[in-house]
């Protein structure tokens, strides 16, 4: 299986600033015929399944606003929410769709500083 | 607009079993992957399982495999979990998850509950 592991496991960003969660898959992503990364980032907020925010490592998914966006390629990942507002308060997730065992991230809590 | 409501939740005793449902409509079934997706009480996601659209191939995580059955009928527009052997580790928040793209989950449900305890 790929191991999905995120950092860090929580953070703290004051409102209107940026936010960074990190992501490493334990094997690439990448499928070379096509050149995409298999990657995708959700956010969970209490009480709420996950919502899809990006896939193929940078697509955004429709209505998600532009202040969130994602990079990166092979093994290692970013989301990045670029400034931060109150309604992010939220847990993030990574993961692979690479492989037919799909695996997540632990997540990541994202609360106000 | 996609709906996805899942139901069969509730409780049952270690090594029972429980029949997991979910109705989906707002989108064409047939053409979906569809997946299984838990998360155990303050705990992150686990994906339990996923059907290919046809129903031809299903995939399980390690941890279920043996246990659980996934399967769908295309004509009712539903997913099906049977789960068998049920231990206390399979409590969780259990949510099924559409797959139109390449696999990633681009709409969830709400989710039903399983708890399994004496």
């Known amino acids: 299986d790929i191991v999905m592991t995120q950092s860090p496991d929580s953070l703290a960003v004051s409102l209107g600033e940026r936010a960074t969660i990190n992501c490493k898959s334990s094997q690439s992503v990448l499928y070379s015929s096509n050149n995409k990364n298999y990657l995708a980032w959700y956010q969970q907020k209490p009480g709420q399944p996950p919502k899809l925010l990006i896939y193929w490592a940078s697509a955004r998914e429709s209505g998600v606003p532009d202040r969130f966006s994602g990079s990166g390629s092979g093994t290692d990942f970013t989301l990045t929410i670029s400034s931060l507002q109150a309604g992010d308060v939220a847990v993030y997730y990574c993961?692979?769709?690479?492989?037919?065992?799909?695996?997540f991230g632990q997540g990541t809590k994202v609360e106000i500083k | 607009d996609v709906q996805l409501v899942e139901s069969g939740g509730g409780l049952v005793q270690p090594g029972g079993s429980l029949s997991l449902s979910c109705a989906a409509s707002g989108f064409t079934f047939s053409n979906c992957a569809m997946n299984w997706v838990r998360q155990a009480p303050g705990k992150g996601l686990e994906w339990v399982s996923s059907?290919?659209?046809?129903?031809?191939?299903?995939y399980y995580a390690d941890s279920v495999k043996g246990r659980f059955s996934i399967s769908r009928d295309n004509s009712k527009n539903t997913l099906y979990l049977q789960m068998n052997s049920l231990r206390a580790e399979d409590t969780a928040i259990y949510y099924c998850?559409?797959?139109?793209?390449?696999?990633?989950?681009?709409?969830w449900g709400q989710g039903t509950l399983v708890t399994v305890s004496s």
């Open positions: 993961q692979q769709y690479y492989n037919t065992q799909r695996t």
């Open positions: 059907v290919s659209s046809s129903g031809s191939s299903a």
């Open positions: 998850a559409k797959a139109l793209g390449g696999g990633y989950f681009d709409d």
